[in-house]
């Protein structure tokens, strides 16, 4: 099933980032590529019992859908109206994201 797959990622890429900073996962907030017909309760129970036993069990899950974006053609950050501020390029692209992506990690505070 395509959307194991693209969850069992998300689970092990935040299970990692967990294990890097030497803490258990308190959320994980999820970007879902507007193309993708996933729906967000199916990723957050998937989620749930992929990362079962995992850093990631018991993380409060959060499934946003990402929309179509310009991106800077030089480095490929999001950029607005004017020229990029990272790399001072002018040029850009439309973006639209695909799959599913971990925007953001937040740990649980350490004991004591």
Do not use: K, W, Y
């Not at 092990?12 to 980032?17: K, N, R």
């Amino acid at each position: 099933m395509h959307e194991t797959g693209l969850v069992r990622a998300a689970v092990e890429t935040a299970a990692a980032a967990a294990e890097r900073a030497g803490g258990p996962i308190r959320s994980v907030r999820l970007g879902l590529g507007v193309t993708d017909e996933l729906n967000p309760d199916s990723v957050r129970t998937l989620f749930a019992a992929i990362g079962a036993g995992s850093a990631c069990e018991g993380a409060e899950v959060r499934v946003d859908r990402l929309d179509p974006t310009d991106i800077c053609a030089g480095c490929g950050r999001p950029v607005g109206e004017a020229e990029c501020e990272a790399c001072g390029t002018a040029e850009r692209r439309f973006a639209v994201p695909a799959g599913l992506t971990v925007i953001e990690i937040g740990l649980q505070d350490p004991p004591g």
